[in-house]
């Protein structure tokens, strides 16, 4: 496999990198995630403030689905962005059981009353489930038509859905498959990534630390020593290397959403790169998509 491109993501007016969706505008490279929020009442106000933190240093792709927190998430996010909802770019999805035509209509109006929004940004479709793709396609097109949404996506989605996808009237305006990335899961650097650059789909990495798994690790520490960073924010410009892969690292605590922010400035050298290499070796042949 060819080398992986290094940092050169196109820059916002606020100096964040950017990455272009197929229909030309771009978003932030690095946003927040939200799986886990909205579990405990306890730790509300600490989500909403990590959320609104992020927001301040540019983290303004929020990343939510209606199955977080059993719709909880959305109404954090809907508390995190108010006053400054114009300023962020919402993602949501909507579960593989609700994804019919009618379904994926209902399931969008619920998440936005949530969201306190009349419009979701981006919506996916969280994984494949039992209802035919020409289905969910079709409520995402009304919902499209209804101003709902903007733009319609998909998640865990590996080559064979996305060509199943692509082949369907109107399945090239996918604007992104959200997917699990990191040094731990490089598996869709041996076909789904390159099939998805080619046809001008970025990626949108989930679990980019791992959940937490990779913060011990021997290798990523030595690596951020020599940065004198921690070991999420090496994982983190690991996986933001690529300016055309947006990263979505989930925080709810102030200090590491502005150690996240942070791991825009690192730029990882090429030695840097030759021990996570050998450390989390790229697959050598394809294979299927994990997910989390
Ligand atoms: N489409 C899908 O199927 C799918 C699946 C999984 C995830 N996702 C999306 O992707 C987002 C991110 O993935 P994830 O939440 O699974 O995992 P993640 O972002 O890799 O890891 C989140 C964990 O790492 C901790 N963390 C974050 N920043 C840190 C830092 N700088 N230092 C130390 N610890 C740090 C968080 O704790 P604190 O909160 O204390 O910082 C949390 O425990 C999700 O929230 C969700 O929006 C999508």
């Given at each position: 496999?060819?080398?992986?491109?290094?940092?050169?993501?196109?820059?916002?007016?606020?100096?964040?990198?950017?990455?272009?969706?197929?229909?030309?505008?771009?978003?932030?490279?690095?946003?927040?995630?939200?799986?886990g929020m909205g579990e405990s009442v306890r730790m509300r106000k600490?989500?909403?403030?990590?959320?609104?933190?992020?927001?301040?240093?540019?983290?303004?792709?929020?990343?939510?689905?209606?199955?977080?927190?059993?719709?909880?998430?959305?109404?954090?996010?809907?508390?995190?962005?108010?006053?400054?909802?114009?300023?962020?770019?919402?993602?949501?999805?909507?579960?593989?059981?609700?994804?019919?035509?009618?379904?994926?209509?209902?399931?969008?109006?619920?998440?936005?009353?949530?969201?306190?929004?009349?419009?979701?940004?981006?919506?996916?479709?969280?994984?494949?489930?039992?209802?035919?793709?020409?289905?969910?396609?079709?409520?995402?097109?009304?919902?499209?038509?209804?101003?709902?949404?903007?733009?319609?996506?998909?998640?865990?989605?590996?080559?064979?859905?996305?060509?199943?996808?692509?082949?369907?009237e109107g399945g090239t305006a996918c604007a992104t498959n959200q997917?699990?990335?990191?040094?731990?899961?490089?598996?869709?650097?041996?076909?789904?990534?390159?099939?998805?650059?080619?046809?001008?789909?970025?990626?949108?990495?989930y679990s980019p630390i791992e959940q937490g798994r990779l913060l011990?690790?021997?290798?990523?520490?030595?690596?951020?020593?020599?940065?004198?960073?921690?070991?999420?924010?090496?994982?983190?410009?690991?996986?933001?290397?690529?300016?055309?892969?947006?990263?979505?690292?989930?925080?709810?605590?102030?200090?590491?959403?502005?150690?996240?922010?942070?791991?825009?400035?690192?730029?990882?050298?090429?030695?840097?790169?030759?021990?996570?290499?050998?450390?989390?070796?790229?697959?050598?042949?394809?294979?299927?998509?994990?997910?989390?």
């Amino acid at each position: 496999m060819p080398p992986l491109p290094i940092w050169s993501s196109a820059m916002s007016e606020f100096s964040h990198p950017t990455v272009r969706l197929p229909s030309g505008e771009r978003v932030p490279q690095l946003g927040q995630g939200t799986w886990g929020m909205g579990e405990s009442v306890r730790m509300r106000k600490d989500e909403v403030a990590a959320l609104r933190l992020g927001i301040d240093l540019g983290l303004t792709l929020i990343d939510t689905a209606e199955m977080y927190g059993d719709g909880v998430a959305e109404e954090i996010v809907a508390e995190a962005v108010e006053g400054r909802r114009d300023e962020c770019f919402i993602v949501s999805k909507v579960l593989p059981e609700n994804s019919t035509r009618a379904g994926t209509i209902a399931a969008c109006e619920r998440s936005l009353r949530r969201l306190k929004a009349d419009r979701i940004d981006l919506y996916l479709l969280h994984w494949r489930g039992r209802p035919r793709l020409e289905e969910t396609l079709s409520g995402f097109e009304a919902l499209s038509d209804a101003g709902a949404i903007r733009y319609w996506g998909v998640s865990n989605f590996d080559i064979k859905d996305m060509e199943e996808l692509c082949a369907l009237e109107g399945g090239t305006a996918c604007a992104t498959n959200q997917v699990l990335y990191n040094l731990r899961r490089r598996g869709i650097e041996a076909g789904l990534l390159s099939w998805c650059r080619g046809r001008g789909i970025p990626i949108m990495a989930y679990s980019p630390i791992e959940q937490g798994r990779l913060l011990r690790d021997r290798v990523l520490t030595a690596v951020a020593i020599r940065h004198r960073a921690t070991t999420a924010q090496i994982a983190l410009a690991w996986a933001l290397r690529q300016p055309d892969m947006m990263v979505i690292p989930k925080s709810a605590t102030l200090e590491h959403v502005r150690e996240n922010r942070a791991a825009l400035d690192i730029r990882l050298t090429d030695q840097d790169l030759a021990e996570l290499d050998r450390a989390f070796p790229p697959p050598k042949r394809p294979r299927p998509l994990e997910l989390l």
